[in-house]
């Protein structure tokens, strides 16, 4: 470095120079420092801004998907619902046929020599409850609550465990007694007059077609049989086969 320098000016203003070059090497190298720096933390920040970006689409991802999981347990709600809308219509469809052709069969029975020979001997007196208890469901239009449905309730429902006595609630002759779809187990008895009684979803019949029975007589027991959701009399009254509301007999 120092070779062919003679004089100490020079030298002095070689090492002047020499450290003008370092120092503004050293600011350059600062100034490189400090960009880098810059950049690393703009770097560092867009990294974090993805890491951010990505986490929301994440979290917007696992929205949807819980979105959709939801829509979909409603929709299978939904169809449940449906189903058992459906399943109860039919079951009600069925009761409606079933009292048709009860009211068929009463009718039939109104135009032979023996039910001519009722008609003309109507039951004198009251009736009497056939079962105690509590009166769930009254005769006539009833709405269902959560499916809508309008339909002929034919008689009244009394609440009653499964199993208690029912009792005829006049005297008079056992038309029915047996099977009938909807209905389940179901006694009907001929009072005359055109006037007969039915109980259904019986779990025990204790009579017989043609039988007589008396007033207060146990004829058969209380259950759920046929299209029915627990023990309980549904109970009609039926005047030339028709339902009537029981209450104006009773
Ligand atoms: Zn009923």
Redesign the pocket.
């Known amino acids: 470095m120092f070779l062919g320098v003679t004089d100490a000016f020079t030298v002095l203003s070689r090492s002047y120079y020499m450290k003008q070059v370092l120092e503004e090497d050293k600011a350059l190298f600062d100034e490189i420092k400090r960009e880098k720096a810059i950049l690393e933390q703009q770097k560092a920040e867009l990294e974090r801004e993805k890491q951010k970006a990505l986490i929301l689409k994440q979290q917007q991802e696992e929205n949807k998907r819980q979105i959709e999981i939801e829509k979909a347990k409603r929709s299978a709600i939904l169809k449940d619902i449906e189903s058992e809308r459906i399943e109860y219509e039919r079951a009600l469809e069925e009761l409606e046929r079933n009292s048709r052709e009860i009211e068929q069969m009463l009718l039939a029975l109104e135009k032979t020599p023996e039910g001519q020979k009722r008609l003309a001997h109507p039951w004198r007196g009251g009736f009497i409850y056939p079962v105690r208890g509590p009166i769930t469901?009254g005769f006539g239009m009833r709405t269902h609550p959560i499916y809508h449905i309008t339909k002929m309730?034919t008689?009244i429902?009394i609440s009653a465990h499964s199993g208690t006595p029912i009792k005829a609630a006049a005297g008079g002759e056992v038309v029915f007694a047996g099977w009938w779809g909807g209905y389940g187990n179901v006694v009907i008895i001929d009072h005359g007059g055109g006037i007969s009684t039915l109980y259904a979803h019986c779990s025990a019949i204790y009579v017989r077609k043609g039988q007589s029975v008396s007033q207060g007589e146990v004829i058969a027991a209380v259950g759920s049989t046929g299209l029915s959701t627990g023990p309980h009399l549904?109970f009609e009254v039926r005047k030339n086969g028709k339902p009537v509301d029981p209450l104006g007999y009773l």
Request: charged share 20%.
């Open positions: 469901s309730h008689g429902d549904h």
